[in-house]
């Protein structure tokens, strides 16, 4: 079972990946912890965008053969403010892997998406992973990309269907070309930026949609 907890509170960071939380999480059932946090190496990032009436700080994703409960009750003591999810994972590019507890050196974009009325849970899903997933590879410089469909809320109220993570090359943090992969040609990068507009507005992503730079840490939690 993979679990994710979107996060608010200020100095997250440090306490998200204290040895003493990891403990914890390891005790409760936990085999594996990764955390995204948008920090001080991804503060010049451009693209953010909030749905939430705050922005989210960070991302906890964790994977255990429990239940959520205590986990849920482990990271709520750390925020200020936290909602849950049970997720399902489909990795269309591995990310690379990283030495525990090593920042991955990319930017980690995690986007919160809602199916938007005027479309089935189905529909949206076919437009999403069916046909949005190969658009996104191929108009982006992305070496990294995990879709988290949502199953069930496990901790709070707030709606969302999907949480997507996509690994870009740090310069994509300002320069739209490193972002899109467009190798500084204008022209190539409308072409990609208008083909990605496309997909994403034909199921429903250019709306009610979050947008968080991180930074990307993995601990593995198995004894």
Same mark, same amino acid.
């Given at each position: 079972m993979?679990?994710?907890?979107?996060?608010?509170?200020?100095?997250?960071?440090?306490?998200?990946?204290?040895p003493?939380?990891?403990?914890?999480?390891?005790?409760?059932?936990?085999?594996?912890?990764?955390?995204?946090?948008?920090?001080?190496?991804?503060?010049?990032?451009?693209?953010?965008i909030?749905?939430?009436?705050?922005?989210?700080?960070?991302?906890?994703?964790?994977?255990?053969?429990?239940?959520?409960?205590?986990?849920?009750?482990?990271?709520? !003591?750390?925020?200020?403010?936290?909602?849950?999810?049970?997720?399902?994972?489909?990795?269309?590019?591995?990310?690379?892997?990283?030495?525990?507890?090593?920042?991955?050196?990319?930017?980690a974009?995690? !986007?919160?998406?809602?199916?938007?009325?005027d479309?089935?849970? !189905?529909?949206?899903?076919r437009?999403?992973?069916?046909?949005?997933?190969?658009?996104?590879?191929?108009?982006?410089?992305?070496?990294?990309y995990?879709?988290?469909?949502?199953?069930?809320?496990?901790? !709070?109220?707030?709606?969302?269907?999907?949480?997507?993570?996509?690994?870009?090359?740090?310069?994509?943090?300002?320069?739209?070309?490193?972002?899109?992969?467009?190798?500084?040609?204008?022209?190539?990068?409308?072409?990609?930026?208008?083909?990605?507009?496309?997909?994403?507005?034909?199921?429903?992503?250019?709306?009610?949609?979050?947008?968080?730079?991180?930074?990307?840490?993995?601990?593995e939690?198995?004894?």
């Amino acid at each position: 079972m993979k679990l994710m907890y979107a996060l608010w509170g200020t100095a997250i960071d440090a306490t998200l990946r204290a040895p003493e939380l990891r403990e914890a999480l390891r005790a409760a059932g936990a085999t594996r912890l990764q955390v995204n946090v948008d920090d001080a190496d991804v503060a010049a990032a451009k693209l953010r965008i909030t749905t939430f009436d705050t922005p989210v700080c960070a991302v906890a994703s964790v994977w255990t053969e429990g239940g959520p409960a205590r986990f849920s009750g482990l990271l709520a !003591g750390i925020a200020e403010r936290s909602a849950g999810w049970e997720v399902e994972e489909r990795t269309p590019l591995v990310p690379p892997p990283t030495a525990d507890g090593q920042r991955c050196p990319a930017l980690a974009q995690i !986007g919160f998406l809602r199916i938007p009325p005027d479309l089935t849970a !189905g529909e949206w899903l076919r437009r999403w992973q069916g046909l949005h997933t190969s658009v996104a590879i191929q108009t982006q410089a992305t070496f990294g990309y995990v879709q988290n469909r949502v199953l069930r809320a496990v901790h !709070g109220s707030d709606r969302v269907d999907a949480l997507v993570e996509e690994l870009f090359p740090m310069a994509a943090m300002t320069d739209l070309h490193a972002f899109y992969g467009s190798g500084g040609d204008d022209a190539e990068l409308r072409r990609r930026l208008t083909l990605l507009i496309e997909s994403v507005t034909r199921f429903g992503a250019h709306e009610s949609l979050d947008a968080l730079p991180t930074s990307r840490y993995v601990y593995e939690l198995a004894s």
